[in-house]
């Protein structure tokens, strides 16, 4: 089964009309979106359900919101009524992310076995929900490096991985390299093109040597989960136009 591709909200803002953005992103040809924006907007997931039924585009993934440690009871009761959203929705995956990274200094240990333990109480209620909770390692994140994000997974077994391939790359961890390596967590992809540090459509940055041959590695390992892509959001055209963009350039290499 090939990998299957879907749109990520973000683009269209924390207030975007829902059933207009889905059929934007459904006429683009795209097979599904990653959810962003609050629980508050989106309302109950019997309206999300209905509407995504209504345009044919399930949902692919659920994105949490507060990024905690351990201690912070607050963020960790909001992740895990995004959770449970996600199970109602049928997704396939939970997204979460790490606090902001301090500044001028690398995490200690200590910093990074408290946002372990905030990720595997997560992954225990997405485990017991049939969700996989997915870590998106990011730049300017407490964790962003390989030695950080592997000693983090280490911390927190039931924690699976989302890789952004973009980002892999930015921190100067071959994707391929990383696919290969991390095959057995990966549950969920990210996708994004970048031009010296500048997000743009998928097929127009620079960092990647390939983005075939990432696709090819995806076949490789034998992924067939969600790769959820961004446009750039960083030009000057809109959310539909971008989304149109980038599936028209993964159509041109294949996919």
Same mark, same amino acid.
């Given at each position: ?48 359900? /209905? ?31 995004? #959770? ?89 961890? /071959? ?35 390939? #983005? ?44």
């Amino acid at each position: 089964m090939p990998v299957q591709l879907a749109y990520n909200t973000l683009e269209w803002g924390p207030t975007p009309n829902i059933k207009s953005m889905l059929a934007e992103i459904k006429a683009a040809g795209w097979d599904g979106w990653e959810v962003r924006q609050s629980l508050d907007w989106l309302g109950s997931a019997g309206r999300i359900n /209905d509407l995504a039924a209504e345009v044919d585009l399930p949902v692919a993934a659920v994105c949490g919101q507060r990024w905690g440690m351990s201690d912070d009871w607050p963020a960790l009761e909001l992740n895990k009524r995004r #959770i449970e959203f996600a199970s109602d929705v049928n997704a396939d995956a939970f997204v979460i992310m790490a606090p902001k990274r301090p500044p001028n200094r690398t995490p200690t240990r200590d910093e990074i076995i408290s946002f372990a333990g905030f990720a595997e109480e997560l992954s225990a209620v997405g485990e017991d929900l049939g969700v996989p909770v997915t870590f998106h390692f990011h730049t300017g994140q407490l964790v962003q490096a390989e030695d950080e994000v592997k000693l983090t997974l280490d911390l927190a077994p039931r924690l699976q991985l989302c890789v952004d391939l973009s980002h892999a790359q930015l921190m100067e961890w /071959d994707p391929i390299r990383c696919l290969r390596e991390m095959n057995e967590r990966v549950a969920y992809l990210h996708l994004q093109d970048y031009k010296g540090w500048r997000y743009v459509n998928l097929g127009d940055g620079d960092i990647f040597q390939s #983005i075939p041959a990432l696709f090819e590695t995806m076949e490789e390992i034998g992924f067939e989960g969600w790769l959820t892509c961004h446009g750039g959001h960083e030009t000057d055209q809109t959310a539909s136009e971008r989304a149109i963009a980038c599936r028209k350039y993964l159509r041109e290499i294949g996919h």
